[in-house]
Every structure is written in structure tokens, then in C-alpha cells.
């Protein structure tokens, strides 16, 4: 046995040091079922142990990865087997709500949909939705600065956090945990914690802002036959839904053409538009509300904004609506798929989808290039099927990415860096940024110990 | 002359270079009329002239202070003899407004103002307001995370920051201009800039979100028996305006009757309620907004949640009403005042303003303490006003803010530090945090050119 590990259970105990054949039988991640790798996975109870667990692993030089619900798209939890593992998964408990603040306080580990539910339980909402919810920790929506589908209305994941509790690389405890909206007292350490991944420090413990609980909901699916429509229909929305718009999720015809395929979805409107956009609002007057959404569809549909729209009639039914948009495994089984996370102007986009279509058609000519996501907040997701099995990840990367470096876009809006895509950074970040990124690492981590090599190359 | 103001001068012109009795004919900030102090004043008109600047000043160890518009609070920009100010002032273009992206591109010199109306004039809206709008500056609002009264709806300046460009102590020019909502391609840099007031690089260009400008405002002046009502009013507005409740701020009884007293503001209903609130909500559709914001009205007439209402008629009217709690000066005139700017969370509020009365009046006993502001955020102002000449700040200082070390609040809501609460920190911030916040300004500015000794001692 090794040095650090006889140490970290002298210092934990076998109850919180998983080691040997015990490791192996957990998945590699929810993507990845092959056993995981590592020397540890350790399992800490406490931010105590936290601590103790990094100050050991400083001590020996060990590294450390921290795993939250493993939900994660880059590689960034995945441990290799020199690498030690710190999971949160049994720090999750909601510690408290307060409900005239409009805060919940909650450990690490709590899942996404548990501290939703618990916030509902109160008539709040957490505004955070994505669709990995029941497995999503909140400690790694904070080291992703998670998005979804709600940031149009209520900011991502940095929007929600007020204060937090953090291990530092040596297990030093830094916290952090604001209650108030506003705090200008010196810098907003919180801000090193959040998106940056796991490099800075393991977030032990958040407080997080709640929403009132909207009480109405109206949503809608609509086509339009051109680019320049769907921004107008956004800004219109934006502009006579004042604030209440909550969703604007667009999909290019051929994820409307993928999604509604025999095998998936039944098609809820004809298949051939070349735009669909799948909206919703939320409010807090259910009558009032459904009236002035239904005026704005059909002024949109009489002025030719919109050519089709289909209004669900019930919760069923807008739940079903939905599935075309946040269930596409049909059109991904078994067929070789890349997916990407990339952001982008707005106005960037038609030219930037075309120019994408065309490296990937000049590499694989039956290729299949699945275009949507959350527009508003200027964020694309591509499926990219090559349609062949010998396709290489890096050449559909760099077609995909090459055209953002003249756009001013970034390869990852929402998803993170991880060791997936770590080296694209430099197509979206100059040269001094990624400087600065590596003089922050080095001034809290400087042994380079925590979540190495994820985001940038060591130093 | 001294080597550096040589050097500058050789670097930059004369033109750029203020120095001699030119400094001195400057005033020192928006609230002191007295000359200027410093070793120079430079007026650069370029990203590319701030960084000379820098590295000029780098050279020869020589302290920066950097000049927004001078309306900030808390001393930060108040340079010595010995120290050179750079000023943003000649930096004052928008470049660009996208309409389609909803954002804004300036120069850090522009003022709030030029920015909210450069936006309106595209019916947009910056959503950052506050009083000192027409001379305070976007570079200034990102240095000290500004907040002021839309927070509630909008966040603070942070949460407006798309992307940034800023110069850092050695003259590194960090461009980090982000338009897109999302974007998690490593470390957010910007946020190293945002409210650490000057001490990590000086902010030359800003990307900001724009919203879109609301068509309907209604607003109204209420009375309120207790606290309670108060957070029962705000819950419940908060929920049934659902997203458009942009102002809900709170006078305690002492600030109505102050603001109300002959020499000041005609009062629009009977001085001795308790609590006064002024809310305002703004949405997109004017007469079901205003429907509906009046049934919110009596209904909480009826139920006797509010003793009293006034509803402005006209923007008039609006205007006037919003004068009680924007317009002091009358009663700050002539009386020597302490001024505060803390938070806590809004549940502790009445016990720290028992608490903090009780201190002021044990060691003044004619004074009064006047008690305002953004409540809903976790944020009262105070004015202290003892009511002899002699009481000193620090003796002050003390009884506003020890009530708030066992609240976990804070004694800068959205001040900041600056050199003013620098000694008060402590009390809010932990010593490991306060050595974080070093261990930043040692990374970036080594040393310790910056804004030094704003926010914390040095290292």
C-alpha cells in the first residue's frame, strides 16, 4: 500500500478511504461505464474531512479529482489511476431554507433536483434546470458554472450562488457563506470557485438564492422560415413578456427532422419548416397570462412572423412538447455522434452554422450536422454524425471550432474545459488570459494538486 | 522634477501628463471640494496610453490611483501627494451597441448616464441606476460593483458585465471582451476586476447586457405597520408581479419624518406610520399592468397588510414621489451626518436596528438615526446624524457596525471599501479570506502599485 493511502485512512479511517477492489465496481462516470480508475475514492462526511483528506494529499504531493454526480460532458472528473478521487456524494444535505431572505443553505453533494423540490416545498423556486438534474450535484453546477434552460430569465449557475464554503489545495477552509444579495466587503472570493472547475478548490458548501414559485405557465412550439424571424420573434418576446420569458430554445430543421424520425418523437407540426423554436413564460397570473401569450402567437402568426404553432392544451401535453426538445436519445443511438457546446453572437449564427456544414460535408459527405439550443443566451449545441466509424474526434473539433476563433465565440458556453477539450482553449482565449489563469493556479494551488491538468496544461 | 513624472511626460506628452498647479485646480472627489493632491494626474485617450502608463509606473515603483467620475463613498479615489492618478475621463466613447446580441460595448470613461440613455435611444435598457448616474462612469460601476435600486430585478453591476478589457499593474493590457451570455472556456478573468475597486488592474473597456426598455411603470408610496408587513408585502409582490417588481425600498418612520419636515418634502401622507415602502414595478403592457397592480393594492388595503397608499397619477407625480427617497439633501443640510451602507440578512434587521439605535442613543442622546434603503437586496443605508460636532466617525463606526458581526452582515453593501471601512473589515470577513484577497493582489500586482492600501492593509 502506498504511503498516501496508508496515511489517508490513518487520518479517515477505511469508512471514508474506498481503495482496492471497491473502487473498480463504480461506473467511470454517467457516460462512461467502465470501471473507475484511481488509488482512492474518498468520501468525506464533513468539510473536517474534507480538509484533513487535502491536507494529507498536499502533504505527499498527491493529487486529487473531484467527482460530484459525475454528470459532467469534458472528462473533467475522470481520474486516471495515479490520481486520487474526493467525491461529495455524502455531503448532501439541505441545511436550511430561509424564506423571507430567499436562500437555501445546502452541502456540496445535494442534488440539483433535491434542492429544486426542496425549494418547492416552500413555494420558491431554484432556478437552475437542466436536464441531468437528478444527478447533478450542486458543488459541480458551482465548478461549472452550470447553465440550462433557465439563464435567459435568471442568469446561470453564478447568478444563483451567494456564498459558499471552499477547501483550499492544502486544506485550508475558506468560507465564504454570504446570505445577502449584495456584499461589496473586499473581493468576492466565491467568484474563484465558481467555473473554475475543481482547479481552485472543492466547494464544500453553497447558499443559494430562491425565486418566488411562478403559478402559471404557458409554452409553445412555433416555426419560422428564416434566422432573421426567430431574432425578432426573441426581442418581440423579450420586449411584451417583460420578464417573464423563461425558455427559447431553437432547433434547426434538421434537429426537427432527427427528433421526429419513426424511431423518436411523434411530429407535432409538419417537418419541413426550416426553423421551430420551442418557448416558454412563466408567471404568476395564470388567466392574464395565457391571454396576452395567445395574443402575441397570433399577432406573431398574422403579421408572418410564424408559419405554424402548436399550443399544448395541458400539463401532459406540454410535457410531451418538451421531449422533442430535452429527450434525443433516438436519434443518437447507435450512430457515432460529437457533441458540442459552443457559444456565439447572436448575429454570428447563420454564418457560423454554415460555415460549420461546410467543413464537415467537405470532410464526411453523408454526415449529419444537428443544430439547436438555448439561442438567447447565444449558446448552440451540435450533434455532428459522420456517419462514419473511423471519424476522428480532433477533425470534427477543429470544424467545429475553427469557424468561432474570427466570431469572437467560445468552445464551451456551459459544459466547461475539462481534459476534453482543454486543447481548444486557445481558439476563444488569447494567450495572456490563459497567463492569468495559470498565475491564479499557482497562487492557490502551487503544487498543482487539485483537478490537474483539467482546463490548461500545468504550468 | 521627479525621474517618474519625467518619464511619464517623455512617454506620454504633456498633453496626457497633468501635473504643477494644474492638479490642484481639480477638485478631490464629488463630495470635497478641496485641490486635488497628487504627483500627477494622467488623462490618457487609449487602451494603449493606460498601459504605458502602467509600465512607466511599474518601472519606477511608483502607486496608481485610478479616477472614475468621483461620486464613490468610501475614499477610494482620493490619491496622496505621492501618488499618480490615472484618469478615465477622456475615455468616454460607446462603440457600439448590438441590438440583436442586446449588448453594449463602451469606453470605461463613458458615465451611467450617456450609457442608459445611448441605450433608450435604441429602446433598450441598461438596467444599472443610481443616483450619482450622471457623473459616476461604467469603469467605476465594474470597480466597485455598483448597485443601487434595480438590483432586486436586475443584480448588480456584475451580473450586467458580459466582458471586460483592463490594463494590469505592469502594463499588460488583459482583453477579455465577451458578448455571449454563456461562455466557460476556462477562468471568468473578469471577474477578478469587478468590485475589487482599482486594486488588480485598471478597466479600460466594458461589454455590457442590455434589456429590454419596459413600456409601463406604475408605482406607489405605501404605509406599513411592522416589519413583518413589510417582508409579507415584499413576498408577496415579489411572487404576483412575477419578474417586473423593480424597486421595493423601505423608510423607517425617523427617515419620512425627516424627509418631510418643513425645510424638505411636501408629505404625501400622514407622517407617524411606522414603516413606509416605495415600490415600483415596470412591465410591457400598460393597462393590464396597471390593472393589476392596483387589485394587488386594495387587496392589500383590504387585508390590512398596507394602513395606507399614494398611486402617483402622472410621471409628475411619480417623479415627486420618488424625490422623499432619492432627494436628502434637506436633511443632511448643515447637520454634521455619518453615513452607512450595510447589509444583512433581511430577517435580522429589526433586532440590528434596535441594536444599533440603542448604541448611538447610549452615547448620544439627542442623535437621530435615520434608516432607509434597498431592503429587499439585504441593504439599509443609515444616517447618523449625532447631533454634536465633536462625536467622532470611529466612535460611530463601531456602534453601526458591531451589531452586524454576530448577523453575518456586512459593513459595504455596495460601497465598497476603499480607504474609508478599511479598518471595519475584519468584521465581516474572516482572516483567511482577508489572506486570500492578499495572495490575489500579490499574484497580480506584486507590488502593490495599485490603488494600494484601498480595501485591505498591505501585505
Chains 1, 2 share one sequence.
Not at 149 to 162: A, D, Q, T, W
Not at 419 to 426: F, N, P, S, V
Request: glycine share 8%; charged share 20%; with cysteine.
Amino acid at each position: 500500500m502506498s504511503d498516501v493511502l496508508q496515511a489517508l485512512i490513518d487520518a479517515l479511517g477505511e469508512e471514508v478511504v474506498m481503495h482496492g477492489a471497491a473502487v473498480a465496481e463504480r461506473a467511470t462516470s454517467y457516460w462512461d461505464a467502465a470501471p473507475t480508475q484511481a488509488l482512492a475514492v474518498l468520501r468525506p462526511r464533513t468539510t473536517a474531512e474534507v480538509s484533513t483528506a487535502l491536507a494529507v494529499c498536499h502533504r505527499f504531493d498527491q493529487p486529487v479529482v473531484t467527482q460530484g454526480g459525475l454528470t459532467g460532458c469534458v472528462q473533467g472528473a475522470v481520474a486516471s489511476q495515479r490520481e486520487v478521487i474526493l467525491s461529495l456524494e455524502r455531503m448532501n444535505a439541505i441545511e436550511g431554507i430561509d424564506m423571507i431572505g430567499g436562500t437555501a443553505t445546502v452541502q456540496a453533494g445535494v442534488t440539483l433536483q433535491a434542492l429544486q423540490e426542496a425549494a418547492r416545498a416552500q413555494d420558491l423556486l431554484f432556478a437552475l434546470d437542466l436536464g441531468a438534474r437528478g444527478s447533478c450535484t450542486i458543488g459541480g453546477n458551482v465548478a461549472t458554472n452550470a447553465g440550462g434552460i433557465n439563464v435567459l430569465r435568471y442568469g446561470m449557475m453564478r447568478s444563483l450562488v451567494l456564498g459558499l464554503e471552499a477547501v483550499l489545495a492544502d486544506g485550508t477552509v475558506l468560507s465564504s457563506m454570504n446570505q445577502m444579495l449584495k456584499n461589496n466587503a473586499g473581493y468576492d472570493l466565491k467568484q474563484l470557485m465558481i467555473g473554475t472547475e475543481g482547479t481552485l478548490g472543492i466547494v464544500t458548501r453553497v447558499v443559494v438564492r430562491l425565486h418566488p414559485l411562478p403559478t402559471s405557465c404557458n409554452a409553445a412550439l412555433v416555426a419560422l422560415e428564416s434566422f432573421d424571424q426567430v431574432t425578432t420573434l426573441l426581442s418581440r418576446l423579450q420586449r411584451d413578456l417583460a420578464g417573464t420569458l423563461s425558455a427559447f430554445e431553437v432547433m434547426w430543421n434538421e434537429y426537427y427532422q432527427a427528433a421526429t424520425e419513426p424511431e423518436g418523437h411523434r411530429p407535432p407540426m409538419e417537418r419541413d419548416y426550416p426553423f421551430y423554436v420551442m418557448l416558454q413564460a412563466e408567471g404568476a397570473d395564470a388567466a392574464a397570462d395565457r391571454v396576452r401569450f395567445e395574443i402575441l402567437l397570433e399577432d406573431a402568426f398574422e403579421t408572418g412572423l410564424i408559419l405554424d404553432a402548436v399550443v399544448p392544451q395541458s400539463e401532459t401535453e406540454r410535457r410531451a412538447l418538451w421531449e422533442l426538445r430535452e429527450n434525443f436519445e433516438a436519434m443518437l443511438a447507435g450512430r457515432k455522434t460529437f457533441l458540442y457546446d459552443v457559444s456565439l453572437p447572436i448575429r454570428e449564427m447563420p454564418g457560423y452554422v454554415a460555415e460549420t456544414r461546410a467543413n464537415i460535408a467537405a470532410e464526411w459527405p453523408e454526415a449529419r450536422c444537428i443544430v439547436f439550443g438555448h439561442m438567447a443566451d447565444g449558446n448552440l449545441h451540435l450533434f455532428v454524425q459522420p456517419g462514419t466509424d473511423d471519424a476522428e474526434h480532433a477533425v470534427c473539433d477543429e470544424a467545429v471550432y475553427a469557424p468561432l476563433r474570427s466570431r469572437h465565440g467560445s468552445v464551451s458556453a456551459e459544459h466547461g474545459i475539462g481534459a476534453e477539450k482543454r486543447a481548444w482553449l486557445g481558439y476563444c482565449r488569447s494567450e495572456g488570459e490563459i497567463g492569468v489563469m495559470r498565475l491564479l493556479k499557482r497562487a492557490l494551488d502551487p503544487k498543482q494538486l487539485l483537478n490537474p491538468g483539467r482546463i490548461f496544461d500545468p504550468a
